[in-house]
């Protein structure tokens, strides 16, 4: 596995070679975008691409594509570094990232998997390309990633292909250091709640809350799941089980992406996130909810 990324990057550094005497942003207009970075809500600091590069060196990346399902090359900046740069060390002992994108989708990462593992900012393709992809997942759409796409360095490391692409946030315009109680307070399931439903909030945390909204929180991608009725009340409970396994048996083009089909005991999964969305029709807000 190493030498295949040995392998990538002498390709990485030739294509550089070639391409020295073109500007690295020259087609890309996210560049000027302004990228800001916030602790619990509090901005700290607003940058351009340009400014990033004072602050972090770019290289390539080669990474297995999980949205086209294929390799591909980006020009990065490393993570770590460029938020050790921005919040400085104690950005470390946070919770949580939330990052907000420009089509609504907002993740929210825990700090240990950025300690764990490498994570990179891409700003643009290696080669001449478009800096988009073709998103396999959503029904094939072509997405723009520009400003900022967050990308790990998955060749090495198994466990971060059987994750999916849930943390790979595209368009990033907004990076937040949070706490997620604090953020995201009308989520928690009831406090007597089984472990089952626990178990299927971590779940739903991981891999539906970057889209939907539980009582007004979590991403503007996707329809709210909770309030004022559940999901649970309105689906008949074999349909909302086909939404999570395989929603376009259920809607023609739906952008909605199945839940990633190498996680572990998938079935139990799916099972868990629906025992918590039940759990959740007991919790909900008294008035109206709103961002
Ligand atoms: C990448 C964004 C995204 C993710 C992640 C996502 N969804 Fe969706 N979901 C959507 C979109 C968009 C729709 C609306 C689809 C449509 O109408 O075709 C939708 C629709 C639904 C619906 C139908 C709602 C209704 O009232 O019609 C359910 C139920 C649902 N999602 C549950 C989930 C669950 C549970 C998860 C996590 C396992 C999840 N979704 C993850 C984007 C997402």
Request: hydrophobic residues 45%; charged residues 20%.
């Amino acid at each position: 596995m190493k030498n295949l990324w040995y392998g990538g990057f002498v390709i990485a550094a030739l294509c550089m070679l070639a391409s020295l005497t073109k500007l690295v942003f020259a087609q890309d207009s996210g560049v000027n975008t302004v990228i800001e970075f916030k602790n619990k809500g509090e901005i700290v600091q607003t940058l351009n691409l340009h400014e990033f590069d004072k602050l972090a060196p770019a290289s390539f990346l080669k990474i297995f594509e999980v949205h086209e399902k294929k390799m591909r090359i980006y020009q990065v900046y490393p993570a770590r570094l460029l938020l050790d740069q921005v919040f400085g060390k104690n950005w470390r002992r946070a919770e949580e990232i939330v990052f907000l994108c420009v089509d609504g989708y907002q993740p929210s990462i825990p700090v240990a998997k950025f300690l764990a593992y490498d994570a990179y900012f891409a700003f643009a393709s290696a080669d001449d390309t478009p800096f988009m992809l073709n998103n396999v997942l959503q029904n094939n759409e072509m997405v723009r990633l520009e400003p900022l796409y967050l990308v790990w360095d998955n060749l090495n490391t198994s466990e971060l292909l059987e994750e999916g692409a849930a943390d790979m946030p595209y368009q990033i315009k907004g990076i937040e250091l949070t706490s997620f109680a604090a953020r995201f307070p009308a989520l928690f399931p009831p406090v007597n709640a089984s472990q089952e439903v626990q178990q299927g909030f971590l779940h739903f945390r991981k891999h539906c809350i970057a889209c939907h909204t539980i009582n007004g929180q979590g991403g503007g991608k996707a329809p709210e799941l909770n309030y004022p009725l559940s999901v649970t009340e309105y689906i008949k409970p074999e349909y909302l089980k086909r939404w999570i396994d395989d929603p376009s048996s259920i809607r023609y083009n739906t952008t909605m992406p199945a839940l990633t089909a190498e996680i572990p005991a998938r079935e139990k999964v799916i099972e868990k996130i629906i025992a918590y969305l039940t759990a959740m029709k007991t919790v909900k807000p008294e008035q109206s909810v709103g961002p």
